[in-house]
């Protein structure tokens, strides 16, 4: 059974946050973060080695995207942690893809009582700019768009390998997930939010059957640091592929 609600405002009037600090930061909760907490810089040279140039033959484009739309930032609101939707799309397909989540609305859904509800504001998204002075490494294949991160990928890799370990890494920051442990758990009571509306799902129709799957790329994301990451998260991927680090 689906029921279609606008809790967003019910939400935060229900959960006032007069009590916490402004400062997301100031919070102190142990949030997730993309990449993970062990995540290591490649040696900032690395694209500039003769072993680079030599494996590497760039054949197409990507873009790796962080959207936003009402939704989220009342889920932002309502769990105090910045959030975003990272993902990639075709190169060229930027704004195609913005309209296609738009129209399956998203994370729109969350469980409640055994009953899927979707939500307003999750049919109008939109792109969380790359903040200006955003750097990459030396002969990167990322280049720093207006709207997004552009990636040149090798010959030798298929767009869906480059998009599975880009998730693998990306998802290890997913608030789904998060909500799970402890730590999201202790958050929760902090923010007196109630961990099950933040599992969100996106329901999708097969063959006439509609299906709940989890929302995994809704992540914590700090624009200020997190759109660095992103860029050092690609640039692995890359050199991953190609052998550059062990």
């Known amino acids: 059974m689906r029921v279609f609600a606008d809790t967003s405002g019910a939400t935060l009037v229900a959960n006032p946050l007069k009590h916490l600090p402004v400062r997301w930061s100031d919070i102190r909760s142990d949030w997730p973060k993309i990449g993970g907490r062990q995540f290591q810089r490649l040696p900032p040279d690395i694209f500039l080695r003769p072993a680079y140039r030599d494996a590497c033959r760039f054949t197409r484009l990507r873009t790796c995207y962080v959207g936003e739309c009402e939704g989220i930032q009342a889920?932002?609101?309502?769990?105090?942690?910045?959030?975003?939707?990272?993902?990639?799309?075709?190169g060229g397909r930027l704004a195609e893809r913005?309209?296609?989540?738009?129209?399956?609305?998203?994370?729109?859904?969350?469980?409640?009582?055994?009953?899927?509800?979707?939500?307003?504001?999750?049919?109008?998204?939109?792109?969380?700019?790359?903040?200006?002075?955003?750097?990459?490494a030396l002969n990167s294949p990322v280049e720093v768009k207006d709207r997004s991160l552009v990636v040149k990928i090798p010959h030798t890799l298929a767009d869906r390998q480059f998009d599975i370990r880009y998730d693998e890494l990306v998802r290890l920051?997913?608030?789904?997930?998060?909500?799970?442990?402890?730590?999201?758990?202790?958050?929760?009571?902090?923010?007196?939010?109630?961990?099950?509306?933040?599992?969100?799902?996106?329901?999708?129709?097969?063959?006439?059957?509609?299906?709940?799957?989890?929302?995994?790329?809704?992540?914590?994301?700090?624009?200020?640091?997190?759109?660095?990451?992103?860029?050092?998260?690609?640039?692995?991927?890359?050199?991953?592929?190609?052998?550059?680090?062990?």
């Open 98 to 136: 913005l309209k296609e989540l738009s129209q399956e609305r998203y994370g729109a859904s969350i469980i409640f009582n055994g009953h899927e509800v979707v939500e307003d504001g999750y049919d109008r998204w939109s792109v969380i700019r790359p903040p200006k002075g955003l750097k990459v």
């Open 75 to 90: 889920l932002s609101q309502r769990f105090c942690v910045p959030l975003g939707k990272v993902s990639t799309c075709g």
């Open 173 to 246: 920051g997913s608030l789904n997930n998060w909500l799970q442990t402890d730590a999201g758990l202790i958050h929760c009571q902090k923010v007196h939010a109630d961990r099950q509306y933040g599992c969100r799902y996106t329901s999708r129709d097969y063959d006439g059957a509609s299906q709940c799957e989890a929302a995994q790329e809704i992540v914590a994301f700090r624009c200020r640091s997190d759109f660095a990451r992103l860029v050092q998260i690609v640039e692995f991927v890359i050199a991953e592929h190609l052998g550059l680090i062990g």
